[in-house]
């Protein structure tokens, strides 16, 4: 989803304050998809939690009505509460936690529940550290680092050559470090 808008985009969240219902259904119509695979940047495993978040967002919009019929930028703060949202989700699902205390050291791979839930917070920090980036950077790190995909499968997928597919993911590692250690101290 662009975070540029278009008269074509004010006018769905113009008619917020004229037709509620026609607009609202027009919004979802027209952003829903797009609202939804950004949201998936967030939560990636779980599709009823990506319908939830979708809902809460559309809800915002519902009740913030009149605020958001006068933005300069709708789609990008509808974006923004998306992204609240989700994070809101992870944050509660991370406090939360209902894994038994049973099954909180995996055999197979000898890994603790607490260095899980460390990965997690860790993996959320990096996320929010990727919404500095362009976001074609942004997809590249996401499905290098967090789906696997290979440097050529990036540059299949994007028409990249392979060394532009690296500079960009070395610039953009460089980015998140950055902001990693400006979150964390001198951890990092």
């Known amino acids: 989803?662009?975070?540029?808008?278009?008269?074509?985009?004010h006018y769905f969240f113009r008619l917020l304050d004229l037709q509620p219902n026609v607009a609202?259904?027009?919004?979802f119509a027209h952003y829903g998809g797009s609202l939804e695979k950004y949201i998936r940047r967030f939560i990636y495993?779980?599709?009823?939690?990506?319908?939830?978040?979708?809902?809460?967002?559309?809800?915002?919009i519902w009740e913030k009505r009149q605020l958001v019929a006068r933005l300069e930028a709708?789609?990008?703060w509808m974006q923004r509460v998306a992204k609240n949202k989700a994070l809101y989700y992870i944050r509660d699902d991370a406090k939360y936690n209902k894994i038994s205390l049973d099954i909180g050291l995996d055999i197979d791979s000898g890994q603790c529940a607490?260095?899980?839930?460390?990965?997690?917070?860790?993996?959320?920090?990096i996320l929010e550290a990727c919404?500095?980036?362009p976001p074609q950077d942004r997809e590249l790190v996401i499905k290098s680092k967090f789906e696997g995909r290979s440097n050529?499968?990036?540059?299949?997928?994007?028409?990249m050559a392979e060394q532009t597919v690296k500079n960009k993911?070395?610039?953009?590692?460089?980015?998140?470090?950055?902001?990693?250690?400006?979150?964390?101290g001198l951890f990092v």
Do not use: C, H, W
């Open 45 to 60: 495993n779980d599709d009823d939690l990506v319908k939830d978040v979708l809902n809460e967002t559309l809800i915002v």
């Open 114 to 125: 607490d260095d899980r839930f460390a990965y997690n917070e860790l993996e959320m920090l």
């Open 74 to 76: 709708p789609v990008y």
């Open 169 to 184: 993911l070395s610039r953009a590692l460089k980015v998140i470090r950055k902001k990693l250690k400006d979150l964390m």
């Open 24 to 27: 609202l259904e027009q919004i």
């Open 152 to 159: 050529k499968e990036l540059m299949t997928t994007y028409g």
């Open 1 to 9: 989803m662009a975070k540029e808008t278009n008269t074509y985009d």
């Open 131 to 133: 919404e500095e980036l």
